[in-house]
Nanobody, 118 residues
Framework: VQLVESGGGMVQPGGSLRLSCAAS????????MSWIRQAPGKGPEWVSG????????YYTESVKGRFTISRDNAKNTLYLQMNGLKPEDTALYFC????????????RGQGTQVAVSA
């Protein structure tokens, strides 16, 4: 199983980024997926999850209306569109393969850094 995130960077407050996660080594379309983040000095925080067929998506309260999770099963890729970024969104963002519930995972990638600062 390999999960490789990309798309992170430094943006000003109010800016946007689109994260991608390329999956390989397993049948991507058969697994729900999540995005997790970890801010400096804090524990991991579940951000968003999506079902296998994209029919249902879930978000932590702090990102609702600003972030959109999506997936392309033909490309084995997971996405996170982040708009209206705030300094408190600064973190290392990981994609993760869901194990049972959306905040439980068995594999995750190495992460991509997002920094929001004026």
């Amino acid at each position: 199983v390999q999960l490789v995130e990309s798309g992170g960077g430094m943006v000003q407050p109010g800016g946007s980024l689109r994260l991608s996660c390329a999956a390989s080594g397993f049948t991507f379309r058969s697994y729900a997926m999540s995005w997790i983040r970890q801010a400096p000095g804090k524990g991991p925080e579940w951000v968003s999850g999506i079902t296998t067929d994209s029919t249902r998506t879930y978000y932590t309260e702090s990102v609702k209306g600003r972030f959109t999770i999506s997936r392309d099963n033909a490309k084995n890729t997971l996405y996170l569109q982040m708009n209206g970024l705030k300094p408190e969104d600064t973190a290392l963002y990981f994609c993760a393969r869901v194990r049972l519930q959306f905040d439980e995972f068995d594999y995750r990638g190495q992460g991509t850094q997002v920094a929001v600062s004026a």
